[in-house]
């Protein structure tokens, strides 16, 4: 009796922890569903909260193309709190705004950039500047030497260009202005700026806009009395030097060498199109130079035909740090830049994450890559992660362009470069839309 009512007992037992084994695991599975079913945090998901609200109002300052959109815009109005509304205009001007507030400040920052720019610093004997150095001055501007020709490549009107975004009377020509008027400043022997931007999302039609800076905007700003004899002297001394230009053009076409000016000949032959000046400084502003669904390979070789011995500077901006340590690595594999950054070298030989994030870390180094401080605050949501969100202009990197040469893989194992064993892997071919191999999707 005592073996047959354990035996009852035992069985009882065991089945009720089956039981509580099975209503376990239920529980497990549901939580795990409803953990699941949110599908992100809640800080992802208030910047994706702010990322629709940034895009319903910037939908605002766009002109709608038919009676639907102005009635849908119209309907949109009352969705939010004028606070929120004006959050989100500072959110999205940031973002325009970084587009020159980038330019401007790298140009004057960055040391690699010194050699391009100190040849127009005016030069003066003593206290006066010579009528001789006047007329050498009119002499090299015959010859462009007085002139910076910058190239924004793979421009667009939506972006670089601003579109229809226009705030309190500023637009993307008013503010790229503003933003290089301090260079027109310190550089005295600049009579010119030449900011060309060219792509196939450029806008139809070629825009062709010339603006003046102000000589005094600097000296005026100190208050400083104009009226005394030191000021009428200053004055007189800022007349014998012409008022600096900006011009700014648009280019529909991609970049290739073919289209810079070179011979009367090469001008005839190829009036059809726009001819450019061979540039200083080109600019790439998001361009995803790994991303297989755009071929750089034109546009860079193009970019090492000039520039300071040959070697032309150049400024790239990336939305994530992952792009822009795969674009960096990019044109060091093809050759395009002659080493990597140190910050990049060490990440990739010996895995080192942990680093200091100002891009100008030294003088000494001929390229610079790092996060942008000049980056707005606007978050985006990811086109390829839905719980993915980003910064345009977020990283920055920079420096010199190698010489023109083969597309060749380096295979340098030196200390800040890598070595051939490390490299990353091509991402051309069946597998360039893989994440795995692709960093610039991730």
Request: aromatic share 8%.
């Amino acid at each position: 009796m005592c073996v047959a009512k354990f035996v009852e007992e035992f069985g009882t037992a065991l089945k009720e922890c089956r039981r509580e084994d099975a209503e376990s695991y239920r529980r497990n599975q549901e939580e795990e569903d409803e953990e699941q079913g949110k599908g992100h945090s809640a800080i992802i998901c208030s910047l994706l909260k702010l990322c629709n609200i940034d895009e319903e109002v910037e939908e605002e300052f766009g002109g709608g193309s038919n009676e639907n959109e102005e009635n849908e815009k119209k309907s949109k109005k009352g969705m939010y709190s004028d606070e929120e509304k004006r959050a989100a205009i500072d959110r999205i001007s940031s973002e325009y705004e970084s587009y020159p507030a980038t330019l401007a400040n790298v140009l004057m920052d960055a040391p690699c950039f010194e050699p391009a720019l100190d040849k127009f610093l005016v030069k003066r004997r003593g206290k006066k500047t010579r009528q001789l150095d006047l007329e050498e001055d009119e002499k090299l501007s015959s010859h462009n030497n007085n002139t910076l020709s910058i190239h924004v490549i793979g421009a667009s009107r939506e972006s670089e260009l601003w579109g229809d975004f226009q705030l309190d009377k500023t637009n993307a020509m008013n503010a790229y202005t503003d933003a290089l008027s301090e260079l027109a400043s310190t550089y005295k022997g600049l009579k010119k700026i030449n900011l060309t931007f060219i792509g196939p999302d450029c806008p139809a039609e070629t825009l062709h806009v010339v603006k003046t800076f102000d000589n005094d905007l600097h000296n005026n700003s100190t208050g400083e009395n104009n009226s005394s004899e030191g000021g009428k002297k200053r004055k007189r001394e800022e007349g014998k030097r012409k008022h600096c230009q900006l011009v700014i053009e648009t280019h529909r076409h991609n970049y290739e060498a073919k289209y810079f000016k070179t011979s009367s000949a090469h001008i005839k032959k190829k009036g059809k199109h726009s001819l450019l000046p061979r540039p200083d400084i080109v600019v790439f502003f998001n361009p995803g130079f790994t991303c297989p669904d755009y071929d750089w390979s034109e546009a860079l070789k193009a970019c090492q035909c000039g520039g300071i011995d040959g070697k032309t500077p150049f400024i790239v901006t990336t939305n994530t740090e992952m792009e822009a340590i795969a674009d960096v690595q990019y044109l060091y594999q093809h050759g395009y830049i002659d080493s990597l950054p140190p910050i990049v070298a060490d990440i990739v030989n010996e895995g080192k994450i942990d680093h200091d994030s100002n891009a100008f870390d030294s003088s000494k180094n001929t390229i610079f890559f790092g996060e942008n401080v000049h980056a707005g605050t606007r978050v985006r949501q990811s086109g390829n992660m839905a719980n993915d969100c980003y910064v345009k202009n977020q990283y920055i990197l920079g420096g010199h362009l190698s010489h023109k040469i083969d597309s060749k893989t380096k295979k340098e194992s030196k200390k800040g470069t890598v070595d051939s064993s490390k490299q990353k892997t091509d991402v051309s071919g069946p597998d360039s839309n893989s994440k795995k191999n692709n960093a610039a999707l991730m």
